[in-house]
């Protein structure tokens, strides 16, 4: 199996979304916010050419940038998955993870510092963050077992930059 985890990208900023007295799990991604993550999508198709399922956050921003994953792959399948929010619950993730075929590709949509949070903790078995992804930055795991803490391992990690790059 291997798992894609991509940062939603580049959204208003957090403060004057809750001064206009909105909920944050409507910020949206800015215009440029929404260009950039197409971008980066591109990079990821080039990357990882293959994907089965999106699974995003519910939040407004990772759902963006679900939609902008899923324009760069048109035949896949998307899901919202709560487990993705910023306190979603890890033990559901890997519940979700273990419940899928054992040769998927799957991306998962999510935010900081969660998502980073459950890279090491996958990568190493531990909750202590060991990189950090920027928004719209990626990194691609791969179990060759069945999902467990410490059970995979890190093919690549990439820069936002870097996908946009590669998406030209």
């Excluded at 293959?50 to 899923?70: D, G």
């Excluded at 980073?116 to 903790?121: D, F, I, P």
């Amino acid at each position: 199996m291997r798992v894609l985890l991509f940062r939603h990208g580049p959204a208003g900023e957090r403060r004057a979304w809750a001064a206009k007295g909105k909920p944050d799990a409507e910020r949206p991604l800015t215009k440029k916010g929404v260009e950039r993550t197409r971008q980066a999508a591109r990079g990821l198709c080039r990357l990882a050419p293959r994907l089965e399922r999106i699974a995003a956050s519910p939040l407004v921003r990772a759902e963006q940038t679900a939609y902008a994953l899923a324009e760069a792959y048109p035949k896949t399948a998307r899901v919202s998955l709560d487990e993705l929010a910023p306190d979603g619950d890890r033990d559901r993730l890997l519940s979700w993870l273990r419940a899928q075929p054992a040769s998927s590709r799957l991306a998962l949509v999510g935010h900081e510092p969660s998502l980073s949070r459950a890279a090491a903790w996958l990568l190493t078995g531990r909750d202590e963050p060991i990189f950090e992804l920027r928004k719209a930055g990626a990194c691609l795991l791969e179990f060759p077992r069945a999902p467990s803490p410490g059970g995979a391992r890190l093919l690549w990690l990439a820069k936002p930059s870097q996908l946009r790059l590669v998406g030209r």
